[in-house]
């Protein structure tokens, strides 16, 4: 039987400023490509999430858009979400995505939104009259791999509770606060980040680890075969350069 | 429209305090020294001095913008929006041409303060006195509150908001604000000709002082299904209930309204109707007026649902300045387009065509005109992610270029983002070897060319990847530079 990898993608019409949606078109394609079907639910205002997907998407919106989603998010998905997270499902959160994965946010001028506390975090915005942190951002993730490339440009900072550990550490750019050096955020298959650009296309082998984590649940000691990388190289190596770092760093 | 008889007239504020013409010293050495860095900057090559010689004289007269525009005889208009600013100025100063008159007009697209101030000294003497009776300045949508109430338009046209370089504006919403707070500062008697088809717009300018002037379309047979991805405006802005489309064109166009608050798309007061399109070669329609019931046909050679919207605000400006709906209607046929803006070029008898891509939105339309003449070998798109470009180049992803699969076979990249451009066509669905990844400009012009084997090419570039093609062009010999066209 053909396996199956099933997506379920939360908000796509008021999450998704910074192209996330490719991340899901990522997602599908390379699993479509090893000879995996791919179901996709699209969960939006007033629906309620399934808790028996594989891997759960969430992506960034405005500030208007976002609080729409948090409070909807926080009512409804909360527990599907944490039960699907609990029986091993990957959940990923892009941005304001990712926020709201935390414990809340707090927006400059007051007026928390709900996180659904997946990881130990909190964001803050500090102020109308502070910058955004945009850039090409370029992180060394924790343990192995090739860097994580990307784009960011986000208001809040976000800082890290003991429940959870940064993604990685901030080679090139701002990460989660411009601060402490960290990017993002990790605990168990629960995974958040500034990084769009969209984050998959560029990182082809953290978009792999995603697939096999979503997968091994239910088809276990699955293996995904090696596609060919060379276009991922080529702009993997453009916003190296731009970012002054060789390629193939 | 109550001003029939407003052609030949001076704009009201034309005569008052701020227009006199007396010899500012301070004016004349802004003026002297913006003339000369003009000159300077196409000497040593460094481009058309289209944003310097604005920037120096700011330096030596901060007041330069108010003062040489108060003395443009007819007053100004201003063009702002995210997408079809450049076209929609060009077509308003090729109609008042038409009419005899002589707009002064930042015509190369350099949108910010400088450039607005470099266009005026470019067209004034030194005594500040205009070579010119009318200004029409295209405003970048986030300038438009610094700029306005120093040029004290007689008509502003709000086109439309899409996300575009977020990384500069870092949201729509905050455009809107910037927008609808800018009032405050604004003329009485101000036409603001805006589109009644966006909601983000609508809404942005509902309380600006002035006259409200909608414009529209209305052709029902020409809406797609559903909204579309790039889709802005989903949630009313007052009320965060989600709109109701009876009909959309395209991204969050259409017939709008809020179930929850009652609020709807202003009834337009100029139409676009009976549309023909004549993609990839222009498009034919008619425009109504609803005041005076009068109606015109309109042929352009601008292709695609964007540009019926920019000559619509075009024609409505013009006729805010007085022209009669015939003669705008008719001067609009006659209209070339601008600067890569579905400008057409010929290298060595073949066709050229260079289509600006800028955000999803835009990106989109440009795909289905091009995509409308039938199944192409080949389409070159050139992507940069510089300053004026956006630095982030996500917005790839928004754009539907599954369009593309199976009506291209090949496609020519480059720019130096052509790597991203590359992998979101392959996720699109093209093969990975009908995507060829040619970095330098003129070996992928060529390249194109060779494929595109005699039959029209079509150019798709960033902003200033369309410099870097033109100026490829231009060592060609088939185009001129920018600050002559």
């Known amino acids: ?249 | 429209m109550r001003i029939a008889d407003a052609e030949h007239a001076a704009a009201p504020r034309g005569a008052g305090p701020r227009g006199e013409e007396r010899v500012r010293p301070r004016l004349t050495a802004a003026i002297a020294l913006g003339k000369a860095t003009a000159t300077l900057s196409r000497a040593l090559g460094w481009g058309g001095g289209t944003t310097v010689p604005g920037r120096v004289a700011r330096v030596v007269e901060p007041n330069v913008v108010a003062l040489l525009s108060a003395r443009l005889r007819l007053g100004s208009v201003v063009v702002a929006g995210t997408n079809g600013k450049t076209t929609t100025a060009h077509l308003l100063a090729h109609i008042m041409r038409a009419r005899g008159r002589s707009p002064v007009h930042n015509r190369a697209g350099a949108n910010l303060a400088a450039g607005i101030a470099s266009a005026l000294v470019a067209h004034a003497d030194v005594l500040g006195r205009p070579r010119g009776d009318l200004g029409i300045f295209e405003v970048d949508e986030a300038t438009v509150p610094r700029v306005v109430p120093a040029i004290a338009p007689r008509t502003a046209v709000f086109l439309n908001l899409f996300r575009d370089q977020l990384d500069r504006y870092g949201e729509i919403d905050a455009i809107a604000g910037l927008w609808r707070s800018g009032g405050a500062g604004w003329a009485r008697d101000l036409g603001v000709v805006a589109n009644a088809d966006d909601p983000l717009v609508a809404d942005a300018v509902r309380d600006l002082p002035g006259r409200l002037v909608p414009f529209g379309i209305e052709d029902e047979r020409h809406g797609r299904p559903a909204l579309e991805h790039t889709a802005e405006a989903r949630y009313c802005y007052r009320c965060g209930t989600a709109y109701v489309y009876t009909v959309t064109y395209f991204g969050h166009m259409g017939r709008w309204r809020c179930p929850g608050c009652g609020a709807a798309r202003p009834e337009p007061e100029f139409t676009a109707c009976d549309l023909a399109p004549l993609a990839p070669d222009g498009s034919e329609f008619a425009i109504r007026e609803r005041e005076t019931g009068g109606v015109a046909r309109v042929r352009t050679v601008l292709p695609g649902l964007y540009n019926v919207y920019n000559v619509l605000a075009a024609v409505a400006a013009a006729r805010s300045l007085g022209v009669p709906l015939d003669a705008a209607a008719a001067a609009v046929a006659s209209f070339a387009p601008a600067f890569g803006r579905a400008e057409r070029v010929l290298v060595d008898g073949r066709e050229v065509r260079l289509l600006l891509v800028k955000n999803p939105a835009g990106f989109n339309e440009v795909l289905r005109v091009v995509l409308s003449e039938g199944p192409l070998p080949v389409v070159l798109i050139a992507i940069n992610d510089r300053t004026a470009d956006g630095r982030d180049v996500s917005w790839l992803w928004d754009v539907d270029a599954e369009m593309l699969v199976g009506r291209a076979t090949r496609a020519v990249v480059t720019g130096l983002r052509a790597g991203d451009m590359a992998l979101r066509l392959h996720y699109a669905g093209l093969p990975r070897d009908a995507i060829e990844v040619e970095p330098a400009y003129d070996h992928a012009l060529r390249r194109a060319l060779d494929l595109a084997a005699g039959g029209r090419l079509y150019v798709l570039p960033t902003y200033t990847a369309m410099l870097a093609l033109r100026a490829v062009l231009q060592r060609w010999g088939v185009v001129r530079g920018f600050w002559e066209t």
């Open chain 1, 1 to 249: 039987m053909t396996p199956v990898l099933r997506i379920c993608h939360l908000y796509p019409d008021l999450l998704n400023l910074y192209g996330d949606r490719g991340n899901i078109m990522v997602l599908a394609q390379r699993a479509r490509w090893r000879g995996v079907d791919v179901a996709i639910v699209e969960v939006t205002l007033g629906g309620t999430a399934p808790s028996d997907a594989d891997l759960y998407f969430l992506g960034g919106g405005e500030d208007r858009q976002q609080r729409i989603a948090a409070d909807d998010l926080a009512a409804r998905q909360g527990g599907p979400l944490t039960d699907a997270a609990a029986a091993g499902a990957v959940v990923l959160g892009v941005c304001g995505g990712y926020q709201l994965l935390g414990r809340f946010y707090r927006p400059a001028g007051g007026g928390d939104l709900p996180g659904v506390g997946l990881l130990d975090l909190w964001t803050e915005h500090p102020g109308a009259g502070s910058p955004r942190l945009i850039g090409n951002l370029v992180v060394q993730p924790a343990g192995d791999g090739p860097a994580l490339i990307g784009f960011e440009n986000h208001g809040g900072r976000t800082y890290l509770g003991p429940g959870a550990r940064p993604l990685g550490r901030v080679v090139s750019g701002f990460g989660n606060n411009g601060r402490d050096g960290g990017e993002g955020a990790v605990a168990a298959r629960v995974y958040g980040t500034y990084l769009h650009g969209p984050l998959l296309p560029k990182n082809p082998v953290f978009a792999d680890r995603l697939i096999r984590e979503a997968m091994e649940r239910r088809y276990p000691g699955c293996e995904l075969a090696p596609l060919p990388e060379v276009l991922e190289e080529q702009a993997r190596a453009s916003v190296l350069t731009r970012t002054g770092r060789p390629a193939g760093a």
